[in-house]
């Protein structure tokens, strides 16, 4: 029979440690290591124009909003929402709540100044460990980062946010087609291989389709 992962803590500190991603983030100030993931994207896509409005959907630690702060400039606007509490991040506006609220929706889109050129969203569900129940859960997230997203871009506007791939995200990606002139599918090289998670890159918004 196939062994089972070992969960231990021991084995999850000794993968951190030879990590070389989160060494890397250490050296660099960066939060998170998947603050790389949105790094390798935007490197490859050219996702955060210099002077962009950015929205960081499940921004907590703040890892996302590091880098986008970073390359949208002085001139840009980056606007981080989490239903869990962050540490503030220079140059960025960190909201705590939910952007199904309208409140919270509103407050947002007023600290970007405007409508949205990025919405970004690595927002993951606590996993269970069943495969099925995670897909559900996570696929449930990227559904309203898409409302969101379908709200309050700009036309011309981009969408990342990342799912896992298991058969259900095609509705999603219906839609997405529908909205946006361009709408492809991407593993970084800093997303864990033996992790099920890729990223939506959906491009060139339409809003008169919206």
Known sequence: PARRRDPSPTRWRQRQLNDPY???AKARGLRSRAAFKL?????RFGLIRRGARVLD???????WTQVAVERAGPAGAVVGVDILPAEPVAGATIL??????PVVAGRAVDALGGKADLVLSDMAPNTVGHAATDHIRIMA???IATDV???VLAPGGTFVCKVFQGGS???MLASLKRHFRQVRHAKPPAS????AETYVVAQGFHPASA
């Open 149 to 151: 997203a379908l709200s």
């Open 22 to 24: 989160v060494q890397a």
């Open 96 to 101: 705590q709540g939910d952007m199904n609220d």
């Open 57 to 63: 959907l499940g921004a907590a630690p703040g890892g």
């Open 39 to 43: 790094i390798e994207l935007d490197d």
């Open 192 to 195: 864990r291989k033996d992790s």
């Open 169 to 171: 995200e095609r509705e």
């Open 141 to 143: 997230l990227a559904e």
